[in-house]
């Protein structure tokens, strides 16, 4: 049977490129990087070309990255290590209705730590509006935090706008890039941003590696306790062979981002232009534009998105309802939620997304597979018959 694999927003299968990069460092040199002699220096070397590899993918300078153990790891450090720096100043930070749980749970907990949280509300596609940011920075306002592109309807905000507003009023700007990095060009300079969250695994890189993105002269508390590695600023031995993963996935996608880009964007509106020719009451999520390159987020009336996801895994493909963190637990999307999307909709909601490995035949298949299943559920479907498909 024929495997396709339509998630790549989730995770990316690791590049043969990187593996072939990362093997030496778990075999030949396998040294501690602290440490003083051959094997030790020659792992310190492969972290300081990784190093440079991740800096240049965001035009940032080699001595602003600093890497953590995955993208929540470098969210919850950014906001839980400013507020804490900053506490004296103020206790209230922004943040958006439709970030990554990594976000949104960090400022629950932050809540219950005596900060004020601001969520901002978003438009019908998924935007914060720079006027909306305005209005909500108060005088004891410490950190912004939005995200670069949204994980489950693919909106790319105006991060520069946004970054824009807080400067104005002096206050610091995170954005968790995690979904951007690959997907957009990111120059951090041009940004104006201070703080900024990546991940190796969604850019066909290894999983259980991200890095934190602090501009020079930045106040963060220190969230990893211990030895004095990442100068100092997040201890434990470093992953040595995932960092060097993740640098060669950096250089990697910066050097294909253009091609990259286009080859997703091409088969997004392809399959989107299959799916709304052929089948009827379907609705796309998210924006028209700016849009990440790779994602369609599909509502399809009167089934249940679980029922398409377990159909399409019988025939090998694998796409993710609404969120890959929200399927476990079968709450309704917070995103949706936030564009208004209907309980019902929401309910029915497929997100599909597409990557380097991803083929016109892929597309085709999953088109036709994905007809019939829908024709079958609605068959079953008991609201179906009054609507007469
Ligand atoms: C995947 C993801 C994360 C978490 O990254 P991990 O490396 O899996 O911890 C954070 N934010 C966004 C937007 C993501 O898509």
Redesign the pocket.
């Known amino acids: 049977m024929r495997q396709v694999y339509l998630d790549y927003?989730?995770?990316t299968p690791v590049k043969e490129e990187v593996v072939k990069d990362m093997l030496p460092y778990y075999t030949n040199f396998y040294g501690n990087p602290s440490s003083l002699y051959g094997v030790g220096i020659e792992a310190k070397e492969g972290l300081d070309k990784a190093r440079e590899r991740v800096a240049e993918l965001i035009n940032a300078d080699v001595r602003e990255i600093f890497f953590t153990?995955?993208?929540?790891?470098?969210?919850n450090w950014v906001l839980e290590g400013v507020a804490d720096a900053l506490k004296n100043k103020g206790k209230h930070i922004i943040t958006s209705k439709i970030?990554?749980?990594?976000?949104l749970h960090t400022c629950e907990y932050l809540e219950k730590h005596g900060f004020e949280v601001t969520y901002l509300d978003v438009d019908g596609e998924g935007f914060v509006h720079p006027e909306t940011l305005d209005k909500a920075i108060r005088e004891d306002t410490v950190l912004v935090s939005i995200?670069?592109?949204?994980?489950e309807i693919g909106t790319i905000q105006p991060i520069k706008e946004l970054a824009a507003v807080a400067k104005t009023h002096g206050v610091l700007f995170h954005t968790?890039?995690?979904?951007g990095l690959g997907n957009v060009a990111i120059d951090v300079k041009d940004l104006g941003v201070d703080f900024l969250?990546m991940?190796?695994?969604?850019i066909y890189g290894p999983?259980?590696?991200?890095a934190l993105y602090l501009r020079k002269g930045m106040r963060i508390s220190t969230f990893m306790h211990g030895g004095a590695q990442e100068n100092k600023k997040r201890a434990g031995t470093e992953n040595v062979a995932g960092i060097v993963g993740f640098g060669k996935a950096a250089q990697l996608a910066e050097e294909h981002l253009e091609e990259h880009i286009s080859h997703s964007c091409w088969l997004r509106d392809y399959f989107w232009q299959k799916i709304d020719e052929n089948i009827q009451g379907v609705q796309l999520n998210g924006p028209k534009e700016n849009r990440h390159p790779g994602n369609l987020n599909v509502s399809f009336d009167y089934i249940e998105g679980e029922a398409i996801l377990l159909m399409l895994d019988n025939s090998g493909i694998a796409v993710s309802t609404g969120s890959?963190c929200s399927s476990k637990s079968l709450a309704p999307s917070h995103v949706l939620d936030a564009i208004g999307v209907s309980i019902t909709k929401m309910n029915g909601t497929i997100r599909f997304t597409v990557g380097d490995f991803t083929t016109k035949e892929d597309i085709d298949y999953v088109t036709d597979v994905l007809i019939k299943i829908v024709e079958r559920l609605r068959a079953l479907s008991p609201v179906n018959g009054q609507k007469g498909w």
């Open positions: 927003s989730a995770t153990s995955c993208g929540t790891e470098a969210d970030e990554h749980h990594a976000i995200m670069m592109v949204n994980n968790d890039a995690v979904q969250s991940s190796a695994h969604k999983k259980g590696v991200g890959a």
